[in-house]
Every structure is written in C-alpha cells, then in structure tokens.
C-alpha cells in the first residue's frame, strides 16, 4: 500500500511540474514572437462594415526585439512614401507624410488609437516584449482550439495606461505559439480578436503569415499579410530614427 501510494504521488508531483506557470507562458510568447530583427513587405486589408476593402503595401522593418519599428507605404499611391517610426515599444510615434515633407510626433495617447483607420491600434502594432511589463499573467487552464490543445493564458493589465483591460491567448501546448487573443477595454467589454494563421518556420522563426484582427462591435475586419519576411538582418545605429522616415 506504501508502495502505491508513493508511486501515486510521484506520478502527480511530475504532472503537475510539468505544467508552466502563467509568467514562464508569458515568457516563452515574448520570446517567439519577437526575434531580434526582421525585414518584410505586408500588405494589409480593411475590410469596412459595408464589406468595402482598402488595402495598403508597406515595407517593415523591427529592430532590438520589438522595441522599435518602421514603417513605408509602398501602394496606393495617395500614401506612397508616407512612413511611420515607433520606438519604447511604440510609447513614441513619429509620422512622416511624403507630400508636405513634414515629420509630426504624435501625442503620447495616440497608440490607443486605430492604425491607419485599421481594427490594430498603434499599440497593437508595436507593444512588442512590454506585456511582461504592463500585464499580469495567470494560467487560466487548458482547452481546445479547432481541435489544438491550447493553453488559456490570461493577461490582467497593472495599470489604465494600457488599451485593454485584459488579454486571453489561447497559446498552443505543443510550442507555445499563440494562435488567438482576445481583447477587453476599460469597461471590460470584449471587443475584439486576432487570428494568428498560416504559421510557418521561417529561417528558424515560427512565423504568423497571415493575422486577422475581428471587431465584434463594429463588425469590421482587418487582414495582414506577409508577402515576404526575413530575419537575417541588422540595421545600422540610426535607422530607428526621425532622419531616416525621410528616405
């Protein structure tokens, strides 16, 4: 009877160690999903609440592991050339418009706001490692997504200075690569969901080629895709800067 109850509890003590914590999930997100540098062309689709599309071509480029980005539009033409710079995990955002040759910063709030009229907003686009930061980990358990057994990582925000009350990341067992995250503003509203998709190993690097952003309130959709990326890059002390958005 010692003897089964020892086995029992060995059997239960390497079960439940072999379960992460909310914070090493976290970990291992930020980890794989900002790989030192990057370089690629995206081509993004909004799609409105009367199903029209407008879709934009821009070159991106990351830098020191999300914390800083670049941006320039390639198509249509009315934004040709147009760019835009974030830096401190975009809590800084310079816009450069082609026509006036002006580069304006924009106020430190602005990354709660919509990009490019787009369903991410600017924090989306470059929050980058900054939720270990702002975020509060808790593993909420683990269930299945289309069929994929998913960790549900809740993230609860420390403080109002971030868009979203709360995060779930439904992040996949296996590799723990997130494959869906739902947001919830201020008033603890679900507003709305990424889809990562067409996951591919990329040089290395498990790569999102393709990520949906669904509003559930204004029932609009926003798509962007890689039609070309990258990791084998460095970039030069200054190009993260306000000089380069002219180029």
């Given amino acids: 009877m010692k003897r089964l109850l020892l086995f029992c509890l060995i059997i239960i003590t390497s079960l439940t ?37 407008r879709t934009f071509k821009y070159e991106t480029y990351m830098g020191n592991r999300g914390e800083s980005s670049l941006m320039r539009y390639l198509s ?9 710079l974030m830096t401190d995990f975009s809590d800084n955002i310079w816009m450069y418009n082609r ?55 809740e993230l609860q925000a420390k403080s109002d200075d971030v868009s979203y009350t709360k995060m779930i990341c439904r ?36 790569t999102p080629m393709k990520m949906v952003m669904r509003n559930n309130l204004d029932r609009t959709e926003t798509v962007m895709e890689y039609v070309d990326i990258t990791y084998d890059v460095e970039f030069d002390k200054g190009f993260f800067s306000e000089r380069n958005l002219k180029k």
């Avoid at 160690?17 to 689709?45: H, S």
């Avoid at 593993?139 to 069929?147: A, P, Q, R, S, T």
């Avoid at 739902?182 to 679900?190: G, M, R």
């Fill in 76 to 84: 249509p033409s009315r934004v040709k050339g147009n760019a835009l």
């Fill in 99 to 153: 026509r006036t040759g002006r580069v304006r910063k924009l106020a430190s709030h602005a990354k709660k706001q919509k990009f490019e009229g787009s369903d991410f907003t600017y924090e989306d686009m470059g929050s980058g490692d900054s939720w270990k930061d702002d975020y509060t980990p808790i593993l909420k358990g683990i269930e299945k997504v289309d069929k994929v057994r998913c960790f549900k990582l």
């Fill in 171 to 206: 992040v996949r067992v296996s590799d723990y690569f997130p494959i869906q995250i739902d947001y919830y503003d201020e008033k603890n509203v679900f507003t709305k969901t990424l889809f990562l998709q067409d996951v591919r190993t990329i040089e290395g690097i498990l």
């Fill in 17 to 53: 160690a072999a379960v992460p914590t909310g914070p090493e999930i976290l970990y291992k997100i930020i980890n794989l999903m900002n790989p030192e540098n990057a370089k690629g062309i995206m081509e993004q689709t909004i799609v409105t609440t009367s199903g029209d599309k």
